[in-house]
């Protein structure tokens, strides 16, 4: 039987008014997001370079609802199809690619339109593209949009920064395609400039993090306590119905109970996937920006270096061979023995604290950046926008916004006094986990580097005045006493040469 034959530009939209909001970029997201605005009862132009993605969005337009989409293979057609002032979303590749795309749409647009990328887009080049906008007369929004292809099919989480004017020209259509959740739609204005781009960076950041944390708490539950992928299904599927509640481990629950669809291997579907981890380096931007801001975020870190030694799989495996012939045990160091039940426990304890230390870091990052910038960032009315739709959408979101809701200027999610409470709570089953994964020899940065961050903060007094006193001693970079105030320089090296001659 003939596959029907693609829709007319105009066919999935004969009646519908002329759209307020065109949608230019036809891969998967874009598509999806498309027609989730055209679901809400918003018509929606739609272009692509290649006609091909504009045939296939008409088909699914038509096929999933007779959806009010409007399809063009030119961009001046389709900007001109726009009701004024005109809103086009972009979802193309980061970088180059967005700036190709809007040189080939901006002589079409007038003052007053509008321009919204919707791209994982580096904020100093949106920043940059405002102010070319503005020239222009111009609005622009960079728009973080978290949830992946079935968050934009059937509600993201939404993080548009920029002109505010921009913004409120659609704010009803974001607010209707959003995902929804008890707080209202999940998205909001977050701020001016890159502000958009930069939460969702760190976004994904702490997304790095969550997800090596999960992986983590698998590696030890596999290893030391010999469950089944179909016992680790359980586990995070119970999980799932506490304090862990999160998309994360719910779908790592699914993960666990597919098996290999090709025909004749069998065993479960996750066990042939080659233990290398790719990234498209919005984490590396995470980190990148911590350094430069001086905001220790460990957790997110750790994450990152994961990912590049999971590259390293053939000197991995040359290494293993290396230090096995040195006389390196293969596999455990050690067995540890503890029932079931008991280490399925702590490693939930040991993730859920880890967990907090995580988001943690990555909410000081935003507010880091924020006072930088003067953003005036609302940190819990991001995590109320996170509560649903996005990847790292969590039960215990709700309370990081009631936290910073009672506190705005918190110094740090470890000392609000709910979450307080909850770390010393778990502190004692979290250091196992830990240390019994190092006696063992399983490799856990995210946890080891979350129970340091907690450690580290929570600590009066560190070892720093010797790293201070070393810095003074062979660079002169001078110090502060505990005793009085000022900088001081000792001459170090002579004062313990003649300490020495004395004590001879």
Request: charged residues 25%.
């Amino acid at each position: 039987m003939a596959s029907p034959a693609p829709a007319s530009p105009a066919a999935a939209a004969t009646h519908a008014p002329s759209p307020r909001i065109g949608l230019a970029g036809l891969a998967t997201m874009g598509q999806n997001l498309a027609l989730n605005i055209a679901e809400k009862g918003f018509p929606i132009s739609v272009y692509n370079r290649t006609a091909a993605k504009v045939d296939s969005t008409l088909v699914r337009a038509r096929d999933e609802g007779a959806l009010p989409v409007l399809g063009h293979r030119d961009p001046r057609g389709f900007v001109l199809s726009l009701a004024r002032p005109r809103t086009v979303v972009l979802l193309v590749q980061a970088g180059r690619a967005v700036d190709a795309t809007i040189e080939a749409l901006v002589p079409y647009l007038e003052p007053g339109d509008a321009i919204v990328d919707g791209g994982n887009e580096w904020y100093q080049n949106t920043e940059r593209r405002i102010e070319e906008a503005a020239a222009r007369g111009i609005l622009y929004l960079g728009m973080g949009v978290s949830g992946g292809e079935e968050g934009a099919r059937n509600g993201p989480s939404l993080m548009p920064g920029g002109h505010v004017d921009a913004y409120n020209n659609i704010r009803d259509i974001l607010e209707k395609a959003a995902a929804q959740t008890e707080d209202g739609a999940c998205v909001t204005f977050v701020g001016p400039g890159g502000a958009g781009n930069f939460v969702k960076m760190v976004h994904n950041g702490i997304e790095y993090g969550d997800m090596q944390l999960i992986a983590e708490a698998y590696d030890v539950l596999r290893r030391v306590g010999g469950l089944s992928n179909s016992e680790i299904a359980d586990v995070f599927d119970e999980w799932n119905k506490g304090e862990l509640e999160s998309f994360l481990v719910e779908i790592t629950a699914d993960i666990f109970t597919v098996a290999d669809p090709l025909e004749g291997t069998g065993g479960a579907l996750v066990d042939k996937i080659l233990d290398k981890t790719g990234m498209k380096g919005t984490g590396k931007w995470t980190v990148q920006q911590a350094a430069e801001l001086a905001i220790a975020a460990p957790t997110i870190a750790a994450s990152l270096d994961g990912r590049y030694l999971s590259g390293l799989k053939d000197e991995r495996v040359a290494a293993a061979g290396v230090l096995e012939e040195e006389g390196m045990p293969v596999g455990l160091l050690e067995k540890i023995n503890v029932d079931k039940k008991v280490l399925v426990d702590r490693v939930r304890q040991a993730l859920y604290a880890s967990k907090i230390c995580s988001y943690a870091q990555g909410m000081n990052l935003i507010r880091a950046k924020s006072v930088e910038k003067d953003w005036n960032l609302n940190l819990a009315e991001l995590a109320r926008i996170w509560k649903g739709g996005c990847i790292i959408r969590a039960r215990f979101l709700d309370r990081i916004k009631r936290a910073y809701d009672r506190n705005p200027e918190l110094a740090n999610l470890i000392v609000d006094r709910e979450f307080a409470r909850e770390m010393v709570q778990r502190q004692n089953a979290w250091r196992w986990v830990v240390a019994r994964a190092v006696e063992a020899g399983i490799s856990t940065p995210g946890m080891a580097a979350s129970l340091s961050y907690f450690d580290t903060y929570r600590s009066s007094r560190l070892p720093a005045n010797l790293i201070q006193a070393q810095r003074d001693l062979f660079g002169a970079h001078t110090y502060e006493r505990i005793d009085r105030p000022g900088s001081f320089h000792t001459e170090w090296t002579k004062l313990a040469r003649r300490s020495n001659g004395a004590a001879i």
